[in-house]
């Protein structure tokens, strides 16, 4: 669990997001939640819950529960409704069956592929990673195939054509390219996504800076600071 922690600190703040329409507010009136801007409604229809516009897309939940899409001026994008979807991130989002299963959607609600899954992340740099019934993580393009047969209990995303994983062989952490082969031999008690060709791991108590450099090697540079034994 320590290690996952250690993963979810460095990383805080790499989860990928869209930015918020910010021009476009969430408000609400006696018969639900809708959207304005600059205090005119944008639609007339209400709903239990909405979520704001990103990239002119918003997700929006029926009086029956369920989930789906609109966009600026309240038309909703398909017919059909999930249990649950999440915003757009590009062209596609995650949503949830009423079998709890999960999978990438099209704008027009269609699914990406035929396959679904336990849990779903959104695409990165072309992948995805799931997670099927047994806990077993992965990762699929957007035809929904595997680029490589390699499972773990733990991944990240892609960055900079690299995603840190964890297997069952030592629980450690790595990093991995898109064809699944090894960036480094060395395994870590936890490791960080690349930005700016920079990935930092921790060996013990001592922190590691990785540096990515022009020929895909990575470079170890050693930093003193310690971490907290507790």
């Given at each position: ?113 035929g396959k679904k ?35 773990f209990v733990a ?76």
């Open positions: 669990m320590k290690k996952i922690i250690f993963i979810f600190i460095f990383i805080s703040n790499c989860v990928f997001s869209q930015t918020a329409d910010i021009t476009i507010k969430i408000a609400s009136d006696k018969a639900g939640k809708y959207h304005e801007k600059n205090g005119n409604p944008l639609y007339k229809k209400r709903y239990v819950d909405v979520g704001d516009f990103k990239n002119n897309l918003a997700w929006i939940k029926d009086d029956d529960g369920y989930f789906s899409h609109i966009d600026t001026t309240g038309t909703q994008l398909y017919k059909k409704k999930y249990v649950y979807v999440t915003d757009f991130d590009g062209e596609f989002a995650v949503a949830q069956d009423v079998n709890d299963k999960r999978f990438h959607i099209r704008k027009n609600g269609v699914p990406l592929y899954f336990f849990n779903v992340r959104p695409f990165s740099e072309n992948l995805a990673a799931v997670q099927n019934d047994n806990g077993d993580w992965f990762f699929i393009d957007t035809l929904g195939v595997m680029p490589f047969s390699r499972k991944v990240g995303n892609f960055h900079q054509g690299y995603a840190w994983v964890a297997d069952d062989d030592d629980g450690k952490f790595y990093h991995v390219s898109k064809t699944g082969i090894e960036l480094y031999k060395n395994h870590y008690d936890g490791v960080t996504d690349f930005q700016d060709s920079i990935a930092y791991a921790k060996d013990g108590q001592t922190v590691i800076m990785l540096f990515l450099n022009q020929t895909q090697k990575v470079e170890r540079f050693f930093n003193l600071n310690q971490f907290d034994n507790q």
